[in-house]
C-alpha cells in the first residue's frame, strides 16, 4: 500500500492538490494556474524586497560599493 501523497495549497488559485510526481504541475493543480505564476514573474509583478544599508557608501554600479 502507498502512503496517501501530502496534499497542498496551489499558490495561485488555493484549490487543494496532492504533492505527487504524477503531478506534472506541483505546486500547481495544473498547466494554467503554473503559467499565469510565470506570467507574473516575467511581467515582473513579484518583486524581491530590498533593504538599503545606509551605513555603505553609495556606488554608481548597483551592487559594487564606492
Same mark, same amino acid.
Given at each position: #500500500?502507498q *502512503?496517501k *501523497?501530502?496534499?497542498?495549497? $496551489?499558490?495561485? $488559485? ?14 500547481? $493543480?495544473?498547466?494554467? $494556474?503554473k #503559467? ?6 516575467a511581467?515582473e ?8 544599508n545606509?551605513?555603505? *557608501? ?8 564606492a
Amino acid at each position: #500500500m502507498q *502512503p496517501k *501523497p501530502r496534499m497542498v495549497s $496551489c499558490p495561485q $488559485c488555493g484549490k487543494t492538490v496532492a504533492w505527487d510526481p504524477a503531478n506534472p504541475y506541483r505546486p500547481f $493543480c495544473s498547466e494554467r $494556474c503554473k #503559467m499565469i505564476d510565470l506570467g507574473a514573474w516575467a511581467s515582473e509583478s513579484y518583486r524581491v524586497p530590498v533593504t538599503e544599508n545606509k551605513e555603505e *557608501p553609495e556606488s554608481d554600479e548597483p551592487g559594487h560599493a564606492a
